[in-house]
């Protein structure tokens, strides 16, 4: 026999065990797949297995909703115009850090710390300072054998949910930024996000997902429509107030002054940067990775999640002919983000043509609550409190409304109205008196000056500008409104 023959023979036999091998792997990851969940649900998942998928979900998601940054950020410097785009940048980045502190130290304990009775004043959680691991989970760091124990203490890593809870409170502080955009001071904006992240959340915050008088109530906000949403608009709303327009946005003669985006394409980046991320807000809202039920209402969630946005998106461009008086780019993307914000509230829902109603009534009343705001002469630089504070208001109450219309939520009208004007009342009232205190103080104030918002805050607080190739002219919209 030649050498060629003999290793030609070698060849195919090699070949031939390959295959089988291939043929037995996939043999055998095909019976995992087909035996281990149903041996899985017979027996039950392990506590420390619960505990791994769960902790992991928590991270993975809140990884996701963290993101969510980066869309606003694009959103808000493509909205407003150049020569304020660094500030913008500088500000959330500044929201993201200052919400990561203030939830760390205080925060997390207004809102959850004493969910069993131990509440101040029946109220909100304990005014104690840090939040850590538990002593379990320190001790199994430190290299004890106690992983059972730490399983069977609870369902998830204690920081996990801490990771998870904070990047909530950090979207909530972003929308406050776009709609004050172009005439606040930095250090004043940054102390209202200390006041807001620290103790205006924490307390709505308590007062429901912490287990307060709202939830015993029957108040249903799944990922925050409210909590989160409303909260960060009911704060806006009250700076714009305080605040007022930018210079040259209303005429003296009541006509306004159109501000298109200084960059479509960033605005446009950001909205579907927000729109992914809104998969880990809702779909993390979950809270549990540890079973089929689990990842099949995920998946339900998911699905509603993307179709109120799309139906927000198509709505508000219907409708923006007849209430703007044009086919508005600037609508659609914040019917987006109207749909996604009213979808929030309660996406578990199985019938799923119910989340393109609430995306489609969220996006109309988005573009409708811009010509609003014009007839009422609040500047709003991206729209945060259509999209975010009337349209959360929407879905919340749709919560309510869900059941009388055969939807398989539940959730109380009444009730969903009271959590509404109480969560309204409360952040609107303690925002305005802290907008309020820091205008009134001479060496604090909140609004910088006439020189300032002509030059942009770019060059004239932070000595540089965004777009250096372009050469920014006096505005003389902003000149005449001396």
Sequence with gaps: MSFQLVKD?????????????????????????????????????DPETQFVFNTFSFLMWGCLVMWMCAGFTMLESGSVRTKNASMICLKNIGIYSIAGLSFFFVGYNLMYVGVDGDRLLGLIGSLLFFYGPSAA???????????????????????????????????????????????????????????????????VGAWTWGGGWLTEMGFSDFAGSTIVHSTGGWAALAGMLVIGPRLGKFRRDGSVRQTPPSNVLLVTLGVFILWLGWFGFNGGSQLALGGVLDVVQMSHILVNTNLAAAAGVLAALFVSRPLLGRIDLFAGLNGAIAGLVAITAGPTFVEHWWAVIVGAIGGVICTAGLRLLEKLHLDDVVGAV??????????????GIAPLVGISLEGNLLVQLIGVLAVGAFVLSVSWVVWKVMAVIPFIGARVSNQVERLGQDTAELGMESYPEFVLMPDAAEMDDD
């Design 9 to 45: 023979t070698l060849s195919v036999t090699l070949s031939r065990r390959r295959a089988w091998a291939v043929a037995g792997l996939l043999l055998m990851t095909l019976g995992l797949f087909w035996f281990w969940p149903s041996a899985a649900h017979a027996a039950g998942i």
């Design 137 to 203: 989970e320190v001790a199994l760091v430190g290299g004890a054998d106690n992983a059972a124990a730490v399983a069977a203490e609870r369902s998830y890593s204690t920081m996990s949910d801490w990771f998870f809870q904070m990047v909530f409170v950090a979207t909530a502080a972003s929308i406050v930024s776009g709609a004050l955009a172009e005439r606040v001071k930095m250090w004043s904006f940054f102390l209202f996000i200390l006041v807001l992240t620290a103790f205006i959340y924490p307390v």
């Design 386 to 399: 259509p999209a975010h504070l009337i349209a959360g208001i929407w879905g919340t109450l749709a919560v």
